[in-house]
């Protein structure tokens, strides 16, 4: 068993410090763990295969969920895209519509 003595250090209204001091461990206890690791089963092929089986479908879902966000994203920059030609495209048309008018009304204002 092990020895344990509490040395008291401070004492304050915030909290209190204190000191653990442990003595020698006694011979006559156990560890507390094992000293050698637990041993590990051994795996049959057709428990190898399953856990080969497994990590190739995980592998397959990552790659098609990689793709998946792919595809979204090229439609997404594909959209954004088209928007902006279109905005130009009002923008040009807004811009032509304006001049010629302004034209028209210079053209009157001679007249």
Same mark, same amino acid.
């Given at each position: 068993?092990?020895?344990?003595?509490?040395?008291?250090? @401070?004492? $304050?209204? *915030?909290?209190? !410090?204190?000191? =653990?001091?442990?003595?020698?461990?006694?011979? &006559?206890?156990?560890? #507390?763990?094992?000293?050698?690791?637990?041993?590990?089963?051994?795996?049959?092929?057709?428990?190898?295969?399953?856990?080969?089986?497994?990590?190739? @479908?995980? $592998?397959? *879902?990552?790659? !098609?969920?990689? =793709?998946?966000?792919?595809?979204?994203?090229? &439609?997404?920059?594909? #959209?954004?895209?088209?928007?902006?030609?279109?905005?130009?495209?009002?923008?040009?048309?807004?811009?032509?519509?304006?001049?010629?008018?302004?034209? @028209?009304?210079?053209?009157?204002?001679?007249?």
């Amino acid at each position: 068993l092990l020895c344990i003595q509490v040395k008291e250090l @401070e004492k $304050r209204a *915030s909290g209190q !410090a204190f000191e =653990l001091i442990l003595g020698p461990r006694s011979k &006559e206890a156990a560890p #507390e763990f094992p000293l050698s690791p637990p041993k590990k089963k051994d795996l049959s092929l057709e428990e190898i295969q399953k856990k080969l089986e497994a990590a190739e @479908e995980r $592998r397959k *879902s990552h790659e !098609a969920e990689v =793709l998946k966000q792919l595809a979204e994203k090229r &439609e997404h920059e594909k #959209e954004v895209l088209q928007k902006a030609i279109e905005e130009n495209n009002n923008f040009s048309k807004m811009a032509e519509e304006k001049l010629t008018h302004k034209m @028209e009304a210079n053209k009157e204002n001679r007249e």
